[in-house]
């Protein structure tokens, strides 16, 4: 059973870890290219508080979700369990045995994973940039994107969990 007390949700299962995921996307269109809205964009953080809600919870609790940004298509952030020991979590696989994140290239399951780094206790950000074409409206056009990971496996989250600490790693995709 999960807890949510003031500020901190902790588990009160013994060695029960929670994978806290939190993601940041910046989405703009060709038109938004211009210095100012570079500088806007620059201006949005790399990590938030913790709170939930808006987090929430899914696999069953095991993980905490935290999405912060654009959407601009809806459904953008898309995840699922591949099996009972791997997450993955838009272009990322976390393997819950050893706790360990891999990115891949492409956002299918079958193309090969880029060792990140260890999430036991000490978190991980991750950046990479993408683009998308899209049709809508009768209309086409590049739809980029600039994605922050934060990911970390605790045994308490507290809302200031990305905040009080720098990552372990950070790694430009």
């Known amino acids: 059973m999960l807890v949510y007390e003031k500020t901190t949700l902790y588990a009160d299962t013994i060695n029960m870890s929670i994978l806290v995921v939190q993601i940041i996307i910046k989405q703009w269109d ?7 809205h570079v500088e806007d964009r620059a201006k949005i953080p790399s990590q938030y508080p913790v709170l ?17 940004g654009d959407d601009l ?7 699922s369990q ?17 706790m360990t994140l891999n990115y891949l290239a492409q956002a299918d399951s079958e193309s090969e994973a880029r060792l990140i780094g260890s999430l ?27 994605v922050t990971l934060n990911i970390i496996s605790v045994d308490n989250v507290s809302e200031d969990l ?3 600490a720098e990552p372990k790693k950070i790694v430009k995709l």
């Open 30 to 36: 060709k038109s938004q290219r211009t210095p100012k």
């Open 162 to 164: 990305f905040m009080i």
């Open 52 to 68: 939930s809600p808006p987090a929430r919870y899914v696999f069953d609790n095991q993980c905490l979700v935290d999405q912060h």
């Open 82 to 98: 591949i099996n009972d020991n791997v997450i993955q979590f838009d272009r990322f696989q976390i393997n819950l045995t050893d």
């Open 120 to 146: 036991d206790n000490s978190w991980l950000q991750c950046h990479y940039d993408w683009r998308y074409g899209v049709n809508e409206g009768g209309f086409y056009y590049w739809l980029y994107e600039d």
């Open 73 to 79: 298509l809806g459904n953008r952030v898309q995840y």
